[in-house]
């Protein structure tokens, strides 16, 4: 299966799947939250991005192999995203 990446980007407030293994190629999708007030974004926003992108891959048929700036999700949303990154692994299967 192909492998795609997903990048949270704080400085560019977006979430984007990009494909290859590192995230090293042509960008497959991109969520811009511009429009979003100029206080930071919420963890569960950037939850709702990383959820968008997910499903994203899997209708592109792509293997998320890492995700990017996890940090921008609170520890125990992190745990949530653990759960339905293996969720998505193992449907690829």
């Known amino acids: 299966m192909r492998k795609a990446c997903i990048e949270l980007s704080d400085?560019?407030?977006s979430a984007s799947l990009v494909a290859g293994d590192l995230g090293g190629g042509r960008c497959l999708y991109?969520?811009?939250m511009n429009d979003e007030p100029e206080s930071d974004i919420s963890a569960e926003r950037w939850q709702?991005?990383?959820g968008i992108c997910l499903d994203k891959a899997e209708e592109?048929?792509?293997e998320v192999s890492r995700i990017r700036g996890k940090h921008l999700i609170s520890e125990?949303?992190?745990k949530k995203v653990a759960m339905m990154f293996e969720r998505v692994k193992n449907a690829n299967k």
Do not use: H, P
């Open 11 to 13: 400085s560019m407030r």
């Open 48 to 50: 709702k991005a990383l």
């Open 30 to 32: 991109f969520f811009d």
């Open 76 to 78: 125990e949303e992190t």
């Open 60 to 62: 592109l048929k792509y």
